[in-house]
C-alpha cells in the first residue's frame, strides 16, 4: 500500500465536526487562558510541582540528586526534565512557574503532534484537528496536569512527535532515528512513559519487519547510551527508578480502572467501532495496539500507593487518535458510513458535556482548569508561605509547594519515607527521633482525612502529637509549631 488515500469529507459530517470543534474549541480556549492567567500565582496546585522545584535546584546547583538512605530525601523521576525546567528557571528565578511555563508550552506541543500523527494515519487537517482538540478538552476538563509544572505532559509530547516520525512514510533512517531518540527522551522525562515505542515496534514488526529490526537497534543503543550516561552522572542505575519500592492495591486498579471507564465510555465504544469495522487498515490495527497496552500498562500502574490517572494519558492519546480515525474511515462509506462518523464526534461532545455536568453537580470545580482561585484561597497559600517563612530552621511539609516558596531546604518526602516503612526498606526509627529532638520548627501536613490512611501519618501522628501542638488549620491543612 502506497501513500494513504485521502477521500473529501461528506458535507453532513464536515458541519456536524466544525460545530463540535467549535464548541471544544471554546472549552479550550477557556482552560488555557485560565492556565495562563494562574501561572505566576503563588498557590500551591500539586504538592509534586514543589517536590520536582526542589530536584530541580539539586540537578542544576551540582546538588545530590538521587540521595540514598539515610537521607529522607527521595527522587524516582529521570532527569532529562530537570535540566529543561531548569534553565528556563534561571531566566525566571523560580523552578515552579518554569516548570509551568514548560508544561503549558508542552500541553499545546503535544496537541500539535497528535493532530500531526492522526495527519499521517490518513486524516484530514479538520479530522486530525478534531483528534487533538479532543485530547486537549478532556484533559483540561478532568484533570490537572495541564499547566502544571510535572514532566509527564512534556515526555508525552517528546513520545508523541517520535511516535508520528516513525510512522511517517517513506519510513527511512532520516525519520526512524529522530524518532527513537524523541522516544528515549521521552523515557529519561518520566519513566512510565514504556509503551509507544512497544507499540511501535509490534505494529512495524507485523507490517514492516525491515524497519522494525531498525527501531529495536536505534531504540537499545540509546537506551543502552542513556543508561550509561546516567549511571556515570549520578552513581546510581537507572532501573532503581523502576524499582522503588511501593505498596500495591490490586482494589486500588480496580476501581480507577471503573472510573476511568465511565470518563471515556462513548469514545471506547466509538473505537470498539473502528476497530471491528476496519480490522485490516493497518492504522487502525496501530492504534489499536496503543489502545489496548496503553490501557493494560495504565491499569496495571493504578494500583500502585501514589500513582493517580496520569498513567492512562497515553490511553487518552490513542483514544483521541481513534475518534479521529474513526470519524474519516466511516465518512467514506457510502451507506450509513457519515451518519456513524458524526455519532463518534457528538458522542465526544456528549462524554465531555457529562464530565462537566458531573463536577458542577458534585461541586466538584476545582480540579477544572477553568476554574481560578478565589481571593480567599489566593491569600490563605500567602498566609502559610509567610507563616512557614518566618519558623526559622527545618521544616517537614507534606504540600513541598508551601516549603519550596518559603525558601525551606528539602528534609523529607513523607510519601516515599512512609513507603520505605510500609514496605519494610526502614524502621522509621530514625525520623521519629528527628520528631522526637524537634527537628523541625514547623510540621505541615494535608487534611485529616486525607493523611490518615497515608503510612506515613499512620507511624509518626502519635510521636507527633506527643511533641507537637496544632497552631492552626486552614484549607491547605494543618501546621505543627514544638510544644
Given at each position: 500500500?502506497?501513500?494513504?488515500?485521502?477521500?473529501?469529507?461528506?458535507?453532513?459530517?464536515?458541519?456536524?465536526?466544525?460545530?463540535?470543534?467549535?464548541?471544544?474549541?471554546?472549552?479550550?480556549?477557556?482552560?488555557?487562558?485560565?492556565?495562563?492567567?494562574?501561572?505566576?500565582?503563588?498557590?500551591?496546585?500539586?504538592?509534586?510541582?514543589?517536590?520536582?522545584?526542589?530536584?530541580?535546584?539539586?540537578?542544576?546547583?551540582?546538588?545530590?540528586?538521587?540521595?540514598?538512605?539515610?537521607?529522607?530525601?527521595?527522587?524516582?523521576?529521570?532527569?532529562?526534565?530537570y535540566y529543561v525546567i531548569g534553565g528556563l528557571g534561571k531566566i525566571v528565578g523560580d523552578e515552579i512557574i518554569a516548570g509551568r511555563m514548560i508544561a503549558v508550552a508542552a500541553f499545546i506541543a503535544l496537541g500539535s503532534a497528535i493532530a500531526w500523527t492522526a495527519r499521517t494515519m490518513g486524516c484530514?487537517?479538520?479530522?486530525?484537528?478534531?483528534?487533538?482538540?479532543?485530547?486537549?478538552?478532556?484533559q483540561l476538563e478532568d484533570y490537572v496536569y495541564a499547566g502544571r509544572a510535572d514532566p509527564k505532559i512534556l515526555g508525552l509530547a517528546f513520545g508523541m512527535a517520535g511516535f508520528a516520525l516513525v510512522i511517517k512514510e517513506p519510513r527511512s533512517r532520516g525519520s526512524l532515528f529522530p524518532g527513537s531518540l524523541l522516544l528515549a527522551m521521552a523515557f529519561f522525562t518520566k519513566h512510565d512513559l514504556i509503551f509507544m515505542p512497544a507499540a511501535l515496534t509490534i505494529w512495524l514488526t507485523i507490517?514492516?519487519?525491515?524497519?522494525?529490526?531498525?527501531?529495536?537497534?536505534?531504540?537499545?543503543?540509546?537506551?543502552?547510551?542513556?543508561?550509561?550516561?546516567?549511571?556515570?552522572?549520578?552513581?546510581?542505575?537507572?532501573?532503581?527508578?523502576?524499582?522503588a519500592p511501593r505498596g500495591y492495591i490490586a482494589t486500588d486498579a480496580a476501581r480507577q480502572f471503573l472510573g476511568w471507564l465511565e470518563s471515556v465510555a462513548l469514545p471506547l465504544l466509538a473505537s470498539l467501532a473502528l476497530f471491528a469495522r476496519f480490522p485490516r487498515d493497518r492504522y487502525v490495527v496501530l492504534c489499536a495496539l496503543y489502545l489496548a497496552?496503553?490501557?493494560?500498562?495504565?491499569?496495571?500502574?493504578?494500583?500502585g500507593e501514589g500513582v493517580d490517572a496520569n498513567v492512562m494519558f497515553d490511553a487518552l492519546i490513542a483514544l483521541a487518535l481513534c475518534c479521529g480515525v474513526g470519524i474519516n474511515r466511516f465518512s467514506q462509506m457510502t451507506r450509513g458510513g457519515p451518519l456513524v462518523a458524526s455519532l463518534i464526534a457528538g458522542g465526544c461532545l456528549l462524554q465531555l458535556v457529562g464530565i462537566l455536568a458531573f463536577r458542577l453537580a458534585t461541586n466538584n470545580i476545582g480540579e477544572l482548569s477553568w476554574h481560578v482561585p478565589d481571593a480567599q484561597t489566593v491569600a490563605t497559600n500567602l498566609q502559610d508561605i509567610s507563616f512557614l517563612r518566618n519558623q526559622k530552621g527545618p521544616a517537614l511539609c507534606k504540600q513541598n509547594t508551601l516549603c519550596y516558596w518559603a525558601g525551606k531546604p528539602a528534609e523529607v518526602d513523607m510519601f516515599w519515607m512512609g513507603q520505605d516503612v510500609h514496605t519494610g526498606q526502614r524502621d522509621g526509627q530514625d525520623i521519629l527521633r528527628a520528631i522526637r529532638n524537634r527537628r523541625y520548627t514547623v510540621i505541615q501536613l494535608s487534611s485529616d482525612e486525607e493523611e490518615r490512611s497515608q503510612p506515613f501519618w499512620q507511624f509518626t501522628h502519635e510521636t507527633i502529637a506527643a511533641y507537637y501542638r496544632l497552631d492552626h488549620r486552614d484549607l491547605l491543612g494543618s501546621f505543627f509549631v514544638p510544644n
Open positions: 500500500m502506497g501513500g494513504v488515500l485521502r477521500w473529501p469529507d461528506k458535507p453532513v459530517v464536515t458541519i456536524a465536526i466544525r460545530l463540535i470543534m467549535m464548541v471544544m474549541a471554546v472549552g479550550c480556549a477557556m482552560g488555557l487562558a485560565a492556565l495562563i492567567l494562574t501561572l505566576p500565582w503563588h498557590v500551591a496546585h500539586e504538592k509534586d510541582e514543589g517536590w520536582i522545584a526542589y530536584q530541580v535546584a539539586a540537578a542544576m546547583k551540582g546538588g545530590v540528586v538521587y540521595p540514598m538512605p539515610p537521607s529522607f530525601w527521595f527522587n524516582n523521576y529521570p532527569p532529562l526534565s484530514t487537517r479538520l479530522q486530525s484537528s478534531f483528534s487533538a482538540l479532543f485530547f486537549m478538552t478532556i507490517h514492516d519487519r525491515r524497519n522494525a529490526v531498525r527501531l529495536v537497534l536505534y531504540g537499545a543503543s540509546l537506551a543502552v547510551i542513556g543508561a550509561i550516561a546516567f549511571y556515570l552522572a549520578y552513581h546510581v542505575p537507572v532501573w532503581s527508578l523502576l524499582a497496552g496503553s490501557i493494560a500498562v495504565g491499569v496495571y500502574f493504578t494500583g
